[in-house]
């Protein structure tokens, strides 16, 4: 049975940083994709980044470059992402999620497998 689990969301003040953690079990393969999510009210559903845990290979959505970083504990099946300089706008609901392969650039939101509940992230002065 997969599991997918989200903490470490809260509420911050713009420039401060937050770090994700998406725990992931009981997925089939030995490597796969792991992409956090994010998600306004309203609004669709929006890629952030993902990794490939067989080699930490990871892609950025161009809103968060230099910004966030994605990044993996293979032996704790983690993993994490890590936010700076976080601005109004990213406040929303994170989701971690996981498929079998990435591609080239963030795959949609529809073609992800597994997903956790989500953490809330707000960012308000």
């Known amino acids: 049975q997969v599991h997918v689990v989200e903490s470490g969301g809260g509420s911050v003040q713009p420039g401060r940083s937050l770090r994700l953690s998406c725990e992931h079990t009981?997925?089939?393969?030995?490597?796969?994709?792991v992409g956090w999510f994010r998600e306004i009210p309203g609004k669709e559903r929006e890629g952030v980044a993902d990794i490939w845990t067989g080699s930490d290979t990871a892609e950025y959505a161009d809103f968060v470059k230099g910004r966030f970083t994605i990044s993996q504990d293979y032996s704790k099946n983690m993993v994490y992402l890590q936010m700076n300089n976080l601005k109004p706008e990213d406040t929303a609901q994170y989701y971690c999620?996981?498929?079998?392969?990435?591609?080239?650039?963030?795959?949609?939101?529809?073609?992800?497998?597994?997903w956790g509940q989500g953490t809330q992230v707000n960012v308000s002065s």
């Open positions: 999620a996981i498929r079998r392969w990435c591609g080239d650039g963030i795959p949609s939101a529809a073609s992800f497998e597994y």
């Open positions: 009981g997925y089939p393969y030995n490597y796969y994709c």
